[in-house]
């Protein structure tokens, strides 16, 4: 069985070259026609949804901007009220540029505060995900806890197997 997934050119050079990935889908329902839309992250596939909320924007001129511009780029033009950035996008006129930006201004900037809110718990999650691991290998708390702390303060963005593994090797 076989899926006919549309996707931005943003998404077609983050899976170049790559034998398997990963896709965040979005089907796309319309009277004449059932569609999915794939992304390479849940960044772009939350932006194409915000786009489909907006009067005059369907499908196909959302993954327009997203091919057009990065992410961060939509969200930055919005935030700024960059009208020309949109309308540079083909199909983007200066009403539905202006249009993106009044509908989507306050959603964009919860969106960005939503997105540095949920970093956090990531590092912490991680951080408490290595401890538990090192106590069951018998380290005691107190020792696997400070080990953790030297190392997030080396490097914050660390997955909970690079946590771990560096914690056994300075114990």
């Not at 997934?5 to 077609?12: A, M, N, R």
């Not at 979005?26 to 909320?53: C, I, N, W």
């Not at 509908?103 to 949920?118: I, M, N, P, R, Y």
């Not at 953790?148 to 056994?168: C, G, I, P, W, Y």
Request: glycine share 6%.
């Amino acid at each position: 069985m076989g899926y006919d997934v549309q996707i931005s050119l943003t998404t077609y050079a983050d899976l170049d070259g790559l034998t398997e990935g990963k896709l965040f889908t979005y089907q796309y329902v319309r009277e004449d026609a059932l569609m999915l839309f794939g992304f390479s992250t849940l960044r772009e596939k939350s932006l194409f949804e915000l786009l489909l909320s907006v009067s005059g924007v369907g499908a196909n001129t959302a993954r327009m901007i997203l091919s057009s511009l990065r992410p961060e780029e939509i969200e930055q033009a919005i935030l700024g009220d960059h009208i020309p950035v949109l309308q540079g996008v083909k199909g983007i006129g200066a009403k539905t540029a202006q249009r993106i930006v009044l509908d989507l201004k306050d959603k964009v900037a919860k969106f960005a505060v939503a997105q540095e809110l949920d970093a956090v718990p990531a590092v912490q999650l991680h951080a408490e995900e290595a401890r538990a691991a090192l106590v069951t290998l018998g380290i005691p708390a107190k020792q696997a806890e400070a080990v953790l702390k030297k190392l997030m303060k080396e490097n914050a963005v660390q997955s909970t197997e690079d946590l771990v593994r560096a914690a056994l090797q300075m114990i």
